[in-house]
């Protein structure tokens, strides 16, 4: 059984000012998914489950439709505001959805193969969807071994301002020891830190962060579904709490539910943070084609 790709792109874009998920950034038109799923096809994925809002749904289709469309099996799932575990409501004043954790939840139902869990507006490079490929093609649909593509913190920031990474620490033995998700890591004076309650916090720049870029079974979703349910407890009142899926897997980790073994990439990450990413992405991608990395225009 082909490993399935899931594509989170219900994200509302704030920091970017837009639905960067459709922005073209190839010299074609092309949009960031159209290099992920091509590379994610190329590596031995299968069908792709597509996370949207259903307020975006006819200007993603539109563009998914062009090209993706004619070349894999799409399927879309919708994360909505409302889709929460019975006995819990929306709050008022609430606006955005719950986070990663909640984007992922949303596609229990459609999801019946092991899985990889991208976002829609980063470009993950094709050593990452082979090994990611490589490792779901031999998990058991049952298991809870999960896998997460490993990046090194210097190779994934944005010129233009703070990122959230899951920061990593990893194992002699390969295995995620734990992982850390920081909402405000940058360059600063010639070194890499992040936010931490206690200040700032220099952190190496060959550290293992995650990208959202994890690899999982079906086994994940009612382990995901009692986090949520403890994370709504705690945190349903604050309009701005999110369930990221980095947290999520710490609790896993800490509580021997589930191991997760990093598939170390040697990709250089791209992505849209900020709108004056755009012309490095567009630059990376170019780079790319010139080395005769992918066709102009990709799809033929």
Not at 241 to 252: C, H, N, Q, R, Y
């Amino acid at each position: 059984m082909k490993p399935a790709l899931v594509i989170m792109a219900a994200g509302m874009g704030s920091r970017y000012g837009g639905l960067k998920q459709i922005d073209p950034v190839g010299p074609c038109g092309e949009i960031m998914i159209d290099y992920s799923v091509y590379d994610a096809l190329r590596a031995g994925f299968g069908r792709v489950v597509f996370i949207i809002r259903r307020d975006i749904e006819e200007a993603f289709r539109a563009v998914i439709d062009r090209q993706i469309a004619r070349h894999a099996d799409v399927h879309y799932v919708f994360q909505a505001l409302d889709d929460l575990p019975a006995g819990f409501t929306p709050p008022e004043g609430r606006a955005k959805p719950w986070g990663t954790g909640h984007a992922i939840r949303a596609a229990r139902h459609e999801i019946r193969e092991p899985f990889a869990v991208i976002n829609a507006d980063d470009f993950y490079g094709r050593p990452a969807y082979e090994g990611m490929a490589a490792a779901l093609s031999n998990a058991a649909v049952d298991s809870t071994e999960f896998y997460l593509a490993g990046y090194n913190v210097n190779d994934t920031l944005s010129d233009h301002g703070a990122v959230s990474r899951g920061v990593c620490e990893v194992g002699a033995n390969g295995l995620l020891q734990r992982v850390v998700e920081r909402t405000h890591i940058e360059r600063r004076d010639g070194g890499v830190v992040a936010q931490s309650d206690a200040g700032l916090i220099p952190i190496a720049p060959e550290t293992t962060v995650s990208m959202n870029f994890w690899g999982f079974t079906p086994a994940l979703f009612p382990h995901l579904e009692r986090a949520f349910v403890e994370f709504l407890k705690a945190n349903a009142a604050n309009p701005k709490s999110e369930l990221a899926i980095p947290t999520i897997v710490d609790g896993l980790i800490a509580d021997g539910t589930a191991t997760v073994r990093v598939v170390p990439t040697s990709a250089r990450w791209l992505g849209m943070t900020y709108p004056e990413d755009k012309p490095l992405v567009r630059e990376g991608i170019r780079n790319l084609i010139d080395a005769g990395v992918y066709p102009a225009p990709l799809w033929g």
